[in-house]
């Protein structure tokens, strides 16, 4: 099972921030935050990862709260191509690799 | 640098035909996964490989699949005897193989069985 939670759906205004939360309470010390996302069924996007430190990259932000027991992706001017369904995924640093998928939120962002 | 690739991009088969799938890591990539998303559902990693190894095929049928990652070549997903419930999109992934490395995604092969 995922060990994250993610709300459903999410919508936002074209040109506003989106802010995407996960609920993570079980994270362990050596797990990794990945966030993916999935436009109308393609294949899954990287976006980006972090530890515990705030990330910072040409798509996204991803803010992890200290106790780490949470996070959120942010995108700072979402546009409509970035509708699309938005996955947290928690993993583990060692060879355990493969990933554990929910169902994620979907993102509409709306003219 | 071209991405992870997948082919076919759609394959229909008749039950109790065979299907295979392939996947060209990205350059530079030795480990290759293949993930299974069912219609509304999520992904559900199916096997991970290296060259010429199996590591981990926890989410692999027991019946009917197999994969592989030659030395040379691409990895290959091989569904036997499909039947109606194999329909779904497979994705194929590649990483580097260092312990945190990003998993990268192919666009995925649809697989109809009629």
């Known amino acids: 099972d995922a060990k994250t939670t993610q709300p459903t759906s999410m919508d936002c205004a074209e040109g506003r921030a989106a802010n995407l939360p996960c609920n993570h309470s079980t994270i362990s010390g050596n797990e990794y935050v990945y966030w993916y996302r999935q436009i109308h069924s393609q294949g899954p996007q990287y976006i980006i990862h972090?530890?515990?430190?705030?990330e910072t990259n040409e798509m996204a932000s991803l803010i992890i709260t200290e106790d780490r027991k949470s996070s959120t992706l942010i995108l700072p001017h979402a546009t409509l191509r970035d509708t699309a369904v938005y996955y947290c995924i928690v993993r583990n640093a060692g060879n355990n690799r493969k990933l554990i998928w929910g169902l994620g939120t979907s993102l509409a962002v709306n003219p | 640098n071209a991405g992870v690739m997948q082919n076919p991009r759609h394959l229909v088969r008749r039950r109790g035909q065979e299907a295979r799938l392939r996947c060209s890591p990205m350059?530079?990539?030795?480990?290759v996964y293949w993930y299974r998303q069912l219609p509304e559902e999520g992904l559900k990693f199916m096997v991970y490989l290296q060259k010429e190894n199996i590591i981990d095929e926890s989410g692999m049928p027991k019946e009917r699949f197999s994969a592989e990652f030659p030395k040379e070549g691409p990895s290959i997903l091989r569904i036997q005897q499909v039947v109606r419930g194999d329909s779904a999109a497979y994705f194929c992934a590649s990483s580097r193989g260092t312990d945190r490395e990003t998993q990268y995604f192919g666009p995925g092969t649809r697989l109809l069985v009629l």
């Open positions: 972090g530890l515990k430190n705030n």
């Open positions: 350059k530079g990539h030795s480990h």
